[in-house]
């Protein structure tokens, strides 16, 4: 199945999917560390855009990332900035921050195939990958040519650049996160 078929496919249908080397993959039910942990990350994105004044928009899950022909992504949250998508897009071209919230059942991926596909697109400057288990923020960015350089944190600043935006890792989990 092509992105194309899928997103037609996948409109209107129960539950939530993610096309995956051409094969729609229904996401499982989220529990509720999982969901607070990525409406904390929204917030504080969002929070850090007004902040430094920036013309970007910090969307929930929901909006579909297209990483190839075969392959189209529903992170936790994401940041665009430039011009404003139309009201009825279910896809974002060009994100600069794509966030990913660790369950059980999607550690792999969000590792492996996920950090991979969501590198392939020359807009992606950041992918954080969020451990509410253990209040981790796992932050992948891009360096030097094909480098992709990573780091873990547990506490204190996170600068995003671009676009430019300061947080603290704080911010990205709820209270007592890591007591889940």
Not at 10 to 23: S, V
């Amino acid at each position: 199945m092509t992105v194309d078929e899928f997103l037609g496919w996948a409109e209107g249908r129960e539950g939530r999917w993610e096309l995956i080397d051409g094969r729609p993959i229904a996401m499982a039910p989220e529990r509720a560390a999982h969901l607070l942990t990525k409406a904390q990350a929204w917030r504080a994105l969002r929070e850090g855009v007004e902040r430094a004044g920036l013309s970007c928009t910090v969307f929930p899950d929901g909006a579909t990332v297209r990483v190839s022909p075969r392959a189209a992504y529903e992170p936790d949250a994401l940041v665009a900035c430039g011009e404003p998508v139309p009201p009825d897009a279910i896809e974002i071209p060009d994100p600069v921050i794509v966030v990913e919230v660790l369950s059980e059942g999607t550690a792999m991926r969000d590792h492996g195939v996920k950090l991979e596909g969501y590198f392939s697109l020359p807009s992606i400057a950041h992918y954080l990958i969020l451990d509410p288990e253990r209040a981790a923020a796992i932050h992948h960015r891009r360096g030097r040519g094909d480098a992709i350089e990573t780091r873990i944190l547990h506490s204190g600043p996170l600068r995003l650049d671009p676009p430019g935006l300061d947080l603290a890792v704080d911010a990205l989990f709820t209270a007592g996160a890591g007591s889940v």
